[in-house]
């Protein structure tokens, strides 16, 4: 069978939309419109309208939406914090997760083009992708609050919705369902590379970039290695396959990271393009394994 008509088929029986259905044009004009609102950090008046903007969006669709609120503890003291799920009930009992945050560094002028906005545009397309197919999986949208450090990054000064978020989970059943967990944060660069995550999931990371090298997309995924802390680690300690998709090469010397250089003329509608299409391919080709 040809690959296109092997993908068909696959995409067929996982009940999917093919990954040309995702649009990379939607995606960065997603993210154009919550940088538009300015920086965003948790707590923030702008924050808040971009957690009304994301609800806003994705009530449309068929699929329950969840207000994950939560109180985090940070070194400033007590900030009120909302995860946003946006959950496709599938027929199995298994899942997936597709994560990122939505929250910018508190910092003068940052606006987070790449990091933060880039992973909740992708969400929102990602969403109206997955509306309205019938699945055998669950599927999970995850906006995560709070993966900034409020301070300096440390172990309870970073991640605040994600860990908040595996541990409910933990308790409740839910991860325990889920086949694999896929983070995804500052993948809108135009000169994207991608780091191969040492800490992530093997088998779930190497099916991604096996589905990416298929796609041609190698010079994307490169293997070049590094050790990220981001929001897959707390599904990690929890023994979920979880997976940081992430570029960290962001201008020279990472040049543009937290700072006011992070800009929407940074990303590139091939960018999510690239992104949105394996995620679709690869969210098949999990939900097609028992």
Do not use: C
């Amino acid at each position: 069978m040809l690959r296109s008509q092997a993908l068909i088929a696959l995409f067929a029986l996982s009940g999917i939309a093919s990954a040309a259905d995702f649009s990379g044009e939607a995606a960065l004009e997603n993210t154009r419109k919550l940088v538009a609102l300015g920086p965003r950090w948790s707590g923030s008046p702008a924050h808040a309208k971009m957690q009304s903007m994301i609800l806003a969006s994705v009530r449309k669709y068929k699929a329950e939406v969840i207000e994950d609120d939560f109180q985090a503890q940070t070194p400033t003291g007590a900030v009120a914090m909302k995860n946003i799920i946006v959950r496709f009930a599938g027929n199995s009992a298994k899942a997936i997760a597709i994560t990122g945050h939505y929250d910018t560094k508190k910092m003068p002028n940052f606006v987070g083009a790449n990091d933060g906005g880039s992973s909740a545009g992708t969400l929102l397309e990602m969403a109206r992708a997955l509306n309205g197919m019938a699945r055998r999986d669950t599927v999970y949208l995850v906006f995560f609050d709070g993966e900034e450090a409020v301070r300096d990054w440390t172990a309870t000064d970073s991640v605040y919705g994600s860990r908040h978020l595996a541990e409910k989970w933990s308790k409740d059943g839910t991860l325990g369902k889920l086949k694999a967990l896929i983070n995804v944060d500052m993948t809108g660069d135009k000169d994207l590379n991608l780091v191969y995550e040492l800490g992530s999931n093997s088998e779930i990371r190497d099916l991604i970039w096996n589905t990416a090298n298929g796609r041609g997309y190698g010079r994307y995924f490169t293997r070049q290695s590094q050790s990220i802390e981001d929001d897959h680690v707390p599904f990690l300690k929890y023994g979920v396959k979880a997976v940081d998709l992430i570029d960290f090469d962001y201008g020279d010397n990472m040049a543009y990271w937290h700072t006011p250089l992070d800009t929407m003329d940074k990303l590139s509608a091939k960018s999510f393009q690239v992104i949105g299409n394996v995620l679709m391919e690869v969210i098949a080709r999990i939900e097609d394994k028992q």
